[in-house]
């Protein structure tokens, strides 16, 4: 059973991009996915303030397939109570935090204080991790360090240039897990596992304007053993999202 | 998706022995083509140890030289040899150099500097295509490189990484403005993540400015060949420009005819 534990739904005709649930189905489909975590490309409550409805919406339109993530702005005082809103009434798997779009330093108390929250809810936290400003592994680990409780998940797993620092502090946090969502490098999703272990990585494609079909072949290029494939592209999903 | 008969020719990889322990031998570069069903390839030195780029463009030269079936010979040029790089640029051409490749990142110098000026005008007189290692911030930004392409409109640029390393998806709104803008600017798709920017790049700029490029080994070949196998194009002709055909005409030389 394949999860993938990072995928879009949202539309912005500014930067000419859309992305609606029935591209995710269409894309999971073709690639083998059974289920998906699905989340907005713009916060709640800014600049989308009905981005809970919209995720919550199709998560109801495709029960037992999409799952969805709360992307949520730190800076408003009205964060935690979203959060709330988002796990205890509609359902929702996890938090997403993006610091390019938020500019919340990830751990920044504002950040921090939605972590903790969904380290108590019981859901993990997953960041945007690439190689801007306030989202590389190092920025996040901090957060993590500080919260040990909570799961952090670094999408992307450091982008094209912190690769290898988001496999260093997963090493170093026991609460860290890499997402292997565009990561071009096939090798270091290798060398990840092998140095912090099968079940602290995670299959996810960002799709669907990535494309779910080549990240699923990109996991399995590399080789692993039955066992961990199994582990990587669904079995740890499964667990994080509470679906065992 | 690429149909059956439509063949691969990766347009930029790196080879010989390199400074940064990404060594890729002769006999490993044959190897990683056959693995990923890449027909040939366009070749580069890597940066060498000894940071001799002269000695390491005579080593791809006499590869290409035994292999011309299946390696294009690119000239490194450091532009900031000065008078020694354009001098580079006649030696190698006159050895058999089908090109030449621009690394910012790793020799240092913006695409938007006058320093690489003199190095494109010779490209440009000997009708050599000039090859930008692009994405890099500060260096080779989507941005820099049109402004590049544009104060050197005769020569043809490919531009490799879609020109942007920016998993936010936000440098690719200045690629297409930079695509827009220079008619002589083709993009490479080397670690491309969003793969609605290939099959947009083709729709709107066409097929005959968009090519495989795996930028090898900084990205893996087979996972790269198997991004533009995947890639959604309007029919044959224009799945085999981009996947060999773009290459083998900029390039081509004996391989081409």
Redesign the interface.
């Given at each position: 059973m394949i999860i993938d534990m990072h995928m879009h739904v949202d539309e912005l005709p500014g930067?000419g991009?859309s992305m609606p649930a029935s591209r995710c189905i269409e894309t999971m489909d073709e690639a083998g996915i059974s289920a998906a975590v699905i989340m907005t490309v713009t916060d709640i409550p800014e600049v989308n303030p009905n981005a809970l409805e919209l995720i919550a919406g199709e998560m109801t339109r495709y029960p037992g397939r999409l799952f969805g993530f709360a992307r949520i702005h730190p800076w408003y005082a009205e964060s935690i109570k979203v959060l709330d809103r988002a796990v205890l009434e509609h359902g929702f798997r996890g938090l997403k935090l993006h610091p390019?779009s938020t500019l919340a330093q990830p751990s920044g108390a504002e950040s921090m204080r939605l972590i903790r929250r969904a380290g108590e809810l019981g859901i993990p936290t997953l960041f945007?991790c690439?190689?801007?400003p306030m989202?590389t592994p190092l920025a996040i680990a901090d957060a993590a360090a500080r919260c040990p409780e909570a799961q952090i998940i670094l999408g992307?797993m450091g982008?094209?240039?912190h690769t290898d620092e988001a496999i260093r502090v997963a090493e170093l946090h026991s609460n860290i897990i890499l997402e292997t969502?565009?990561c071009?490098?096939?090798?270091k999703i290798v060398e990840a596992v092998a140095r912090v272990g099968a079940e602290r990585v995670i299959f996810g494609s960002?799709g669907p304007?990535?494309?779910p079909?080549?990240e699923v072949?990109?996991i399995r290029?590399c080789g692993f053993s039955a066992e961990d494939e199994a582990l990587i592209l669904g079995d740890n999903a499964q667990t994080l999202l509470g679906l065992s | 998706m690429t149909g059956p008969g439509v063949r691969l020719w990766d347009g930029l990889l790196f080879f010989g022995s390199s400074l940064f322990e990404r060594d890729v031998t002769v006999q490993q570069l044959l190897e990683n083509l056959d693995d990923a069903g890449v027909d040939g390839c366009v070749a580069a030195a890597h940066k060498p140890p000894t940071y001799d780029l002269g000695a390491a463009n005579d080593v791809v030269l006499e590869v290409a030289a035994v292999h011309p079936d299946r390696v294009i010979p690119l000239a490194r040029i450091d532009p900031w040899q000065r008078g020694q790089a354009v001098a580079e640029v006649r030696r190698t051409q006159t050895l058999g150099a089908r090109g030449v490749l621009l690394h910012p990142w790793e020799e240092c110098f913006a695409t938007s500097n006058e320093v690489v000026n003199a190095v494109v005008e010779t490209a440009g007189q000997l009708d050599l295509p000039v090859v930008v290692v692009g994405g890099f911030p500060w260096l080779s930004e989507a941005l820099q490189v049109a402004d590049l392409a544009q104060r050197h409109p005769d020569v043809q640029f490919v531009v490799t990484n879609g020109a942007q390393l920016n998993m936010s998806g936000l440098a690719g709104v200045d690629v297409d403005r930079a695509l827009e803008s220079c008619p002589n600017l083709a993009v490479h798709g080397s670690g491309l993540y969003r793969q609605d920017f290939l099959d947009n790049a083709i729709a709107t700029i066409g097929p005959e400015r968009v090519a495989f490029g795996s930028s090898s080994p900084y990205y893996n070949l087979r996972l790269e060949a198997e991004r533009m196998r995947r890639t959604s194009y309007p029919d044959d002709a224009a799945a085999m420009a981009v996947c060999s055909g773009n290459t083998l005409r900029w390039f081509g030389g004996a391989v081409a005819s």
């Open positions: 930067l991009w390019v945007h690439g190689d801007d989202t992307h982008g094209y240039g969502s565009a071009p490098y096939p090798e960002d304007v990535c494309s079909v080549l072949e990109k290029m | -």
